[in-house]
């Protein structure tokens, strides 16, 4: 009898505590101070955490401005400009076009957007914990936070891996510059997985270089990609680089991952202007040594666009669409914790 009296007691202080949770507002940090939000505070909508935007931005130093004609808020800082459309699930970020994973919404008179916009937009780091129901936004990635729930299942994606995904906001090498951060989305259906990476993660990276077409010397984008977020806004650390999605550099194993067939450390791959596509995907070999300066000023780049077409080269900028697939080769094992 005492056992089923302590097993009832346990369940119910369980299921208090389960409530407790539930029920608790959501608390959001900016660089460990605590964000004071009006009426509207932090909700859950369809599984995703949408936060006021005016609070959140504020406590990051960016001033915001609300257009009823539009129905439009601009937010800036310093020299970055973030436009929101009520309704919609399209934002400008300094003029490139950003979509988000849900769309920007009024309530009690205050502009809702989905959290992970808030990287996006201001190159914030962010974290959050259900468990806590904390929101902690990082201004800085020298204090980028990683989960450390010692609970959550381990998987890790194999090293040669090529982790298809879909950029999230358009890059322009007329336009880009060196530093930008972009985010793109691990193609994968809504509740499977892709060789242990769950469905809602994104790959954050940034432009490591940009340059716009000169002359004869084609336009070219150099990406670099720093880190994957789960869809609970754990953060893991990446080793990857640029690689072809092309039938030809890629194998499927059983389970339809892609694997690099070209396993070389050193081959660097860039995009380069040229024709009326996107870009091409140039290997910058020479041991991986070849600066993007020397390559451009001694024609590398022209003479090795100019293999794949008999034609003569036609150089160009390069024009990432909003959408656009990219191929990330695993460098080394990537190791993740899922709840």
Known sequence: ?????????????????????????????????????????????DGRVLVPLRGIFEA???????DGATQTVTATKEKKTVVLF??????????????????????????????????EALGADVNYKPSM??????????????????????????AYTVVPVVLNSAIDSTKAKKGDRFIAKVEVADGETYAGIPAGSYVEGHIAEARAKKGDEPGVI??????????????????????SLEEEQVERDDDGVLKAKNRKQ???????GYGAGAGLLVGLLSNGRISLEKALIGGVLGGLIGQFEKKKPTPTDVKLASGSRLGIRLNKDLALKID
Do not use: H
Not at 222 to 243: E, H, M, Q, T, V
């Open 133 to 158: 129901q904390l929101v902690a936004i990082k201004t800085s990635d020298d204090n980028m936070t990683v989960d450390t729930n010692d609970t959550a299942r381990e998987e890790v994606v194999q």
């Open 60 to 66: 990051m130093g960016a001033g915001v401005k609300w």
């Open 222 to 243: 150099d990406l670099a990609f720093d880190r994957i977020r789960l869809p609970n806004n754990a953060a893991f650390p990446l080793d990857g680089s640029l690689y």
């Open 266 to 272: 050193d081959n660097r791959v860039v995009y380069a």
């Open 1 to 45: 009898m005492m056992n089923r009296m302590n097993l009832r007691i346990g369940l119910g202080v369980a299921l208090l505590a389960a409530v407790a949770v539930a029920s608790a507002q959501i608390q959001v940090t900016v660089d460990g101070k605590p964000v004071a939000f009006g009426a509207t505070k932090p909700i859950r909508r």
């Open 86 to 119: 009520i309704g919609q699930t399209q934002a400008k970020v300094d003029g490139m076009d950003v979509r988000l994973d849900a769309p920007a919404m009024i309530v009690n008179g205050a502009t809702l957007v989905p959290l992970r916009f808030v990287s």
